[in-house]
């Protein structure tokens, strides 16, 4: 903590009122500890990170964080509000906030200081003495730690121990006869960056486990890397927590416990919840296999029959696993679609036939640039379908099941199966090596098992079904789809893209959203005019949520909060270089008007691009990509017809909101009217 925070990184009158303003105002104070090198490009990696999800967490804490490549150097900066400033804890606004700027690629060491940190504000005692401080110098000493003994490093949080220490006995009965065996649980919590909210939530149920009398030992998997807990510790165990926002690694040690498998989210909040629903589930015997994704929730009777919960949560989790495939699949279709576009714009479309640049290549002439960043992005397409097939793999067994999913990927591309034998190849390399994990071997074998005999036994497994069993079916469908695709026309194409512009809109940046993406880029791989027109109604009616927020902040303000009005000048960026996201805010502030109105605007611009015929080779790049569109002016009215649709409907809906309470209001003391939010 010594170089982490001083007094200069300490505002103890925060005077800002929204959580933009007060990462801007403590982010000020880091630019001015030359600690970060760009204070606006440090500002967006922020806001970018408290789009995924609110870092507010009970207790009044504001904690906003990311890693940013304009940070030099770790940083914590602190602020004490007066009024209090909103960053979506349940329990109200944050009076403590703590802005931590991470340099990209932060090393194991600021991860343990962080932890420290998020340890420390589940203290009561910490809390109190940081409201009451008058002193910079003294409440950055705190923060270090210097008025106390520093925690041990470590990357599992374990309670009991002071019980123990209390009565004399070990976790396993210690030597009083009289003292029963605590109930034990093993959790493991992660978030996607792991800096904070995987080790709030790990502290957060040790807390609980202190005040339930429950054992809880928490793995805290962060993103660069975990310490495994100790073997006994899980066999000991009579329950499991998952707290999490990406895949639990090595799920197979957790096999025959019962099992609660949540959010990240809900370890901070609802500790005592989690830990009484793993002592019934542990109470009626239900076990999870915690290897198959489909027991994951524990609700099922043991002997693999589950009930219908069960089912819901298996499709929950085969989406998971879908998503981690795509997830890392779209910056190579990124990359590779914007390069080939950039050299269509150079070059024309005739320059994918080009001679290959290792041979032809001239300096000064513009068709060999062109050929040579065709060349380069054709490489890294040729990556998405074994990247996706590896990563849905991953997602579903670890390690040792990359080598299978990307063998199986490749062998898509070789039998002409595409994107569609992606998906298979790499749901069958996860259930294959799900299946192997399941043979118990000697124990000597154990430790070949993961590097060579599972990707060994596994590769040849999904090599000869994607081969010899479904391989050329899947093709054949594949094939089938593109057909259709390039047959689409009137009606028929109409209708597509309304659908694609509902799914969209519905949950921006959620799992809909997410599919339409991923059948839009998967058509990239092998582009058709069909899978063109498809890919430019995706990105319009994805572009359509945020710039119809934007609108409707600018021309009827008082129909929106502050803050809102704020987000709104965000969202006209946003929006404009397709972050569906950024109209997540005013969704979330009031889902029942928002959302059907940009699900109507997106349904209006995915049909529009369709009957224009609009094509899109990018991937990505929002209005910076118009000139890679075909019919490009035809492609903004779309666009512009959708936005106007959705601003009208939400406009409409919010103001008959605000017509109906206001007309019964009641005149106040001074004659003006008091109005009751609906």
Known sequence: ????????????????????????????????????????????????REAQMPTGLDGGIGIPHCRSEHVSAPTLAFGRSGAGIDFGAADGPADLVFLIAAPTGADDDHLTILSGLA?????????????????????AALIRGEEAPEEPEREQVETGKQEQAETGTEATGGTGAAESVPFRIVAVTSCPTGIAHTYMAAESLAAAGRAEGVEVTVETQGSAGFKKLDPAVVAAADAVIWAHDVEVREKARFRGKPLV????????????????????????????TASDSDKASGSGDGDGNGSGADHAHFGVRLRTYLMSGVSYMVPFVAAGGLLIALSFAIGGYEIASAKSVADHFVWGEADSWAALLNQIGSAAFGFLVPVLAGYIAYGMADRPALVPGFVGGAIALTVNAGFLGGLVAGLLAGAVVMAVQRVPVHATLRG?????????????????????????????????????????????????????????????????????????????????????????????????????????????????????????????????SFITEGAIPFAAADPLRVIPSVMAGGAVTGALSMAFGATLRAPHGGV?????????????????????????????????RRTAPEAAGDAGADGSRVTVAA
């Open 1 to 48: 903590m010594s170089e982490l925070i001083t007094a200069e990184l300490v505002d103890l009158d925060l005077s800002a009122t929204t959580k933009d303003a007060a990462a801007r105002s403590l982010a000020e104070r880091m630019v001015a500890a030359h600690r970060v090198t760009d204070l606006d490009g440090f500002l967006a990696d922020v806001a970018a």
């Open 119 to 139: 340890r420390r504000l589940m203290d009561p005692e910490f809390t109190a003495a940081l409201r009451a401080g008058t002193d910079p110098r003294a409440v």
């Open 261 to 288: 498998d949540v959010g990240v989210k809900a370890g901070i909040n609802r500790p005592a919840e989690l830990i009484a629903e793993a002592r019934r589930r542990a109470e009626r015997g239900e076990i999870a």
């Open 448 to 576: 070949i098992m993961p590097v060579l005999v599972i990707p060994l036994i596994a590769s040849a497994v999904v090599g000869f079904l994607m081969f010899i069993v479904v391989g050329k079916p899947i093709a054949s469908l594949q094939n089938a789809l593109t057909d259709w695709l390039n047959g689409l026309s009137g009606s028929n194409a109409v209708i597509l893209g309304v659908v694609l512009g509902l799914m969209m809109c519905f949950d921006m940046g959620g799992p809909l959203n997410k599919v339409a993406y991923a059948f839009a880029v998967g058509g990239l791989a092998d582009p058709t005019p069909g899978s063109l027109k498809v890919m430019a109604a995706v990105m319009a009616a994805g572009m359509v949520p945020p710039l119809a927020m934007a609108l409707a902040t600018t021309v009827r303000r008082r129909l929106f909060t502050k803050t809102e009005r704020e987000n709104g000048r965000a969202a006209w960026v946003l929006g404009a």
């Open 624 to 656: 910076f990509v118009v000139p890679l569109i075909g019919e490009p002016f035809l492609y903004l009215l779309a666009i512009a017809a959708g936005t106007l649709v959705a601003t009208a409907l939400v406009v409409l809906l919010k103001g008959a």
